[in-house]
């Protein structure tokens, strides 16, 4: 099982920026799977995940109509749409997954058994 996120970057206030996270090793449509984010100094938050088969989604309250989360089943890949960012959306940004099919106790707990190396967010003018 392996994670890889990509995306990251640095973007104005304002603007928009896509995260990619491609699954290998399983397929990732069955399970859910969850970003989360990390600034230095501070615990890891989750911001969104999507469960498995049926897609329903679960938003941290900070990103509620600005992010959204949703599947590429033809990649292997779940993505993370974040519009009207705001300086304080910047982080490393992870995405993981526990191999089961709601986004429960791992995610709200931020322990999934499966990470993948992070993307950095930079937003700033």
């Known amino acids: 099982v392996q994670l890889q996120a990509s995306g990251g970057g640095l973007v104005q206030p304002g603007g928009s920026l896509r995260l990619s996270c491609t699954a290998s090793?399983?397929?990732?449509?069955?399970?859910?799977l969850g970003w989360f984010r990390q600034v230095p100094g501070k615990e890891r938050e989750g911001v969104s995940c999507i469960t498995g088969a049926d897609d329903n989604t679960v938003y941290a309250d900070s990103v509620k109509g600005r992010f959204t989360i949703f599947r590429d089943k033809a990649k292997n890949t779940v993505l993370l749409e974040m519009t009207r960012l705001k300086p304080e959306d910047s982080a490393v940004y992870y995405c993981?997954?526990?191999?089961?099919?709601?986004?429960?106790?791992?995610?709200?707990?931020?322990?999934?058994?499966?990470w993948g190396h992070g993307t950095l967010v930079t937003v700033s003018s």
């Open positions: 090793g399983f397929t990732a449509y069955g399970y859910a």
């Open positions: 993981a997954t526990d191999l089961v099919r709601r986004c429960g106790d791992w995610y709200f707990q931020n322990s999934g058994d499966y």
